[in-house]
């Protein structure tokens, strides 16, 4: 499984940033897609993700910010990201994890807010 990301960029904070992620297998739910980041010096950590019973989850720093989103027909997952902050600042990693021990991460894609 390959995942590409893309939509990353540099904005200023208050602005608004829409990453898609593209999978190459043929997906018929959402459920383990989601979205992942790391800023310098951090570890990985969750952002949002489709749980495996499909319902969407969120770290609270981004609760009521950012969406996650997916086209299943398009074999896609989109995270809505809206009134960044500078600590969005990270490299942002689109997930797959198909049980029971399959994690897959696409290249990731820079998002970066200035003050």
């Known amino acids: 499984v390959q995942l590409q990301a893309s939509g990353g960029g540099s904005v200023q904070t208050g602005g608004s940033l829409r990453l898609s992620c593209t999978i190459s297998e043929k997906i018929f739910k959402l459920n383990g897609l989601g979205w992942y980041r790391q800023a310098p010096g951090k570890q990985r950590e969750v952002v949002g993700r489709?749980?495996?019973?499909?319902?969407?989850f969120y770290r609270d720093s981004v609760k009521g910010r950012f969406t996650v989103s997916g086209d299943v027909a398009a074999n896609k997952v989109f995270l809505q990201m809206n009134n960044l902050k500078p600590e969005d600042t990270a490299v942002y990693y689109c997930?797959?994890?198909?049980?029971?021990?399959?994690?897959?991460y696409g290249q990731g894609t820079q998002v970066t807010v200035s003050s």
């Open positions: 489709f749980t495996a019973n499909g319902t969407p």
């Open positions: 997930n797959f994890y198909v049980p029971p021990n399959n994690d897959y």
